[in-house]
């Protein structure tokens, strides 16, 4: 006889979809610059799911309110997403796929 909490793990695992699998995660961060500036931070994010993600409407926000970012854009499949502050110098050789501020 399956118990109330089996039945109903059971219950969520049918109802889940199988077939979409996707990982955002903060990748790195540059949050004091590089050797070149210090003014020169950015965050890198990675999909690693199988499926793209949609950004719009995610937010990255810090503990204290500041940056406050509202995500656009997406990710793509087992992709990077590579946010530069101010201005998309920070990483010469990648451009962003989105400039912040804060």
């Not at 109903?8 to 004091?32: C, D, H, K, R």
């Not at 050797?35 to 995610?58: K, P």
């Not at 990255?60 to 590579?82: H, K």
Request: glycine residues 6%; negative net charge; proline residues 3%.
């Amino acid at each position: 006889m399956l118990s109330m909490r089996t039945a109903g793990l059971f219950a969520l695992v049918i109802f889940l979809p199988s077939t979409v699998q996707a990982a955002v995660v903060i990748n790195e961060i540059a949050w004091m610059g590089t050797a070149a500036s210090a003014n020169a931070e950015w965050m890198e994010l990675y999909n690693s799911g199988n499926t793209s993600v949609d950004l719009t409407s995610w937010h990255l926000v810090a503990a204290n309110g500041s940056p406050s970012i509202t995500l656009a854009g997406s990710i793509a499949a087992n992709g990077y997403f590579l946010l530069e502050r101010t201005s998309d110098a920070s990483v010469p050789t990648v451009t962003a796929d989105q400039i912040y501020t804060g």
